[in-house]
């Protein structure tokens, strides 16, 4: 007779057949060993730490690493891998990394991985992924990023990718910042139609073709936006077609036209700068050739026309608020950059005119001068001065893409005293503009070559549509307006203390991310006051570690600048500086020419150990 089963055997045979699955499912730590062995040079630095006490796990809990500034945590559990600067080849072993559910930031920026491109829709609970400069090669297939819909964040800069930009790129819903410059990708650039996309720059590739207009027309509130060559009567053609239309009897314009108008300067009569929409006893033909002609607001500069324009190469340089931004080459080789707006088209032609020609009076050597405009109901053009070192921002949160160093404390000082004589300049000649500047941001200070800083896009809110001016423009972002609902004469002077903090901490101002919202927990200034404290003793933790080493005497003048500031960016308007106070405050700042070669013997030193991460907000969550 069979002896009798016991009704607990089944339970326990279940059991044993669950303990492998459950005893043997890797441990943090045994991921990241795992993963390390699939690199070369891992063995070195940081990564040499890896599982040496294989029982202590990567996270102690909270947001805490025990395992250094490589592993990132949150909640106890390894979200973000930081992998910089380390030398480190071999493979990205993306299966081993899958087991590690939480994980949401790769980061191998500046390494020597070669080959093609990891698998990384296998990870498809990424938001960030930065492989910029290493030697990774080949074509990227279409599907490489399917599925990845929260990603927001992808760095592909400086490798040797070939092929068409991947198509499943403009699928990812929530796409906020795409670098994919200096590779060899050819083809047409894809109509990226997500709202969310901020930054974009695919600079110094093999690309070819129009600019998708979804790109053109959109208003992103960034700075990076660099295409590479096209050609600017893409952007213009409107133009061309209305000239076309209005010579029905004559041949159309072609871009070998008859040499420029010489002589059209500021302050012609205004039949001479007629659109096409004025009455003229020559008929359409005429009417349509006045339509074309620049309107110069300055005598120092060559003349030029449309047509100049038109047939001239160009280089999309950034979509800012308003629109988009055009470098361009003149037959006589001087590069201009002109500006496309939407957003003037409440204003009359008269007004418009005379306030540009107020504009063009303006001469100081920390503005960028208005050179020319050009007048359409339903859009204008201005044309500027190219400047060949770019923009402040670039180079406080993107000098590892330049291939330059971060702003040393003296550059950064003279910037500064720059930037507050240009916009005393302007409270002085525009004293009845409650805003003499109205959008004062780094990405709207441009370099020179001595990096002394030029004040570009100011005194443009008598002419900009007020519905686009309160949504956009960071006078109306200011907390007079958020709480209050006006701006004030020394709103100007709050976006002047924003900007220098931006300076001084290296970081964003969340002001600008936020539109017309008063949000005090995210603000730079608040952040900055609840850090230093009011004895000013927490200075050290909020000044930018780029800025390299500096002495006590340097440091001294920094802690002042710092104090200067934060009074600019008091929320109540009354306790705020006065611009003349505020210049006379910053003017007094010693200047540390006398520390020259103390800061030339710590270049060197400081130069190897910055961190090629950029902005603080790329490894945000």
């Not at 406080?396 to 702003?407: I, R, T």
Request: hydrophobic share 40%; aromatic share 8%.
């Amino acid at each position: 007779m069979a002896a009798a089963v016991h009704p607990n055997f089944f339970l326990l045979l279940f059991s044993l057949y669950l303990v492998p699955w459950s005893s043997y499912a890797l441990s943090e730590s045994e991921i990241l060993v795992k993963f390390k062995s699939s690199l070369s040079n891992s063995d070195e630095g940081a990564l040499g730490k890896w599982g040496k006490d294989i029982n202590l796990p990567p996270c102690k809990g909270g947001n805490v690493s025990n395992w250094g500034d490589a592993v990132v945590c949150e909640g106890g559990s390894v979200t973000g891998l930081i992998l910089e600067n380390m030398g480190l080849s071999g493979t990205i072993d993306v299966d081993t990394l899958k087991a590690l559910p939480n994980l949401r930031i790769l980061s191998f920026i500046n390494n020597k991985f070669e080959g093609p491109i990891p698998e990384l829709k296998k990870l498809n609970r990424l938001k960030n992924i930065f492989l910029s400069k290493n030697g990774f090669s080949g074509e990227i297939p279409g599907d490489a990023f399917s599925g990845m819909i929260g990603l927001k964040k992808l760095y592909l800069s400086n490798n040797k990718f070939t092929g068409p930009i991947p198509s499943s790129l403009p699928t990812l819903p929530k796409l906020m910042d795409l670098k994919l410059n200096g590779n060899q990708f050819s083809g047409q650039i894809p109509d990226f139609q997500q709202k969310s996309l901020a930054k974009f720059d695919v600079s110094n590739n093999a690309l070819e073709g129009p600019i998708p207009v979804g790109l053109i027309s959109r208003k992103n509130p960034d700075f990076l936006f660099s295409v590479g060559v096209l050609v600017l009567a893409s952007v213009l053609g409107v133009v061309m077609v209305m000239m076309r239309r209005g010579r029905k009897q004559q041949p159309p314009l072609s871009v070998e036209a008859p040499p420029s108008n010489l002589g059209i300067k500021a302050g012609l009569k205004e039949e001479d700068h007629s659109s096409a929409s004025t009455h003229s006893r020559n008929g359409n033909g005429k009417k349509a050739e006045a339509a074309t002609k620049l309107c110069f607001v300055r005598d120092d500069r060559e003349s030029f026309d449309l047509a100049d324009l038109l047939k001239a190469s160009a280089e999309i340089l950034g979509s800012g608020s308003f629109g988009s931004s055009y470098k361009t080459a003149l037959p006589s080789g001087a590069e201009m950059v002109v500006k496309r707006y939407k957003q003037m088209n409440n204003v009359g032609k008269e007004e418009f005119q005379e306030h540009m020609r107020r504009i063009g009076r303006l001469n100081h050597d920390n503005l960028l001068p208005l050179v020319a405009y050009y007048y359409r109901k339903e859009e204008k053009l201005l044309v500027a001065d190219f400047v060949h070192r770019g923009s402040l921002a670039v180079h406080l949160h993107g000098y590892q893409s330049l291939g330059q160093p971060p702003l040393d404390w003296p550059t950064r000082l003279k910037i500064v005293k720059g930037v507050a004589k240009g916009l005393g300049y302007l409270y002085k000649e525009l004293p009845s503009l409650i805003a003499p500047h109205g959008h004062l941001k780094s990405s709207n200070i441009l370099l020179n070559q001595s990096l002394e800083p030029l004040i570009s896009d100011y005194a443009l809110i008598p002419v900009i549509n007020q519905e686009s001016a309160q949504d956009l423009m960071v006078a109306y972002k200011s907390p007079e307006y958020a709480q209050h609902g006006r701006i004030t004469k020394k709103t100007d002077i709050w976006a002047l203390g924003v900007l220098i903090l931006e300076v001084l901490t290296g970081k964003f101002p969340a002001n600008f991310l936020h539109k017309g919202k008063a949000s005090e927990d995210q603000d730079l200034a608040t952040w900055v006051k609840s850090v230093v404290g009011e004895d000013m003793s927490g200075a050290d933790q909020v000044f930018d570690k780029d800025m390299g080493a500096t002495n006590n005497n340097a440091q001294a003048e920094m802690l002042k600048l710092l104090n200067i500031a934060l009074t600019c960016c008091e929320l109540d308007v009354d306790k705020r500086l006065e611009m003349k106070l505020a210049l006379d405050q910053i003017e007094g700042l010693q200047d540390p020419k006398e520390d020259e070669d103390f800061y030339s013997s710590v270049a060197s030193d400081a130069g190897d150990k910055r961190s090629s991460r950029g902005m603080s907000d790329d490894f945000s969550l």
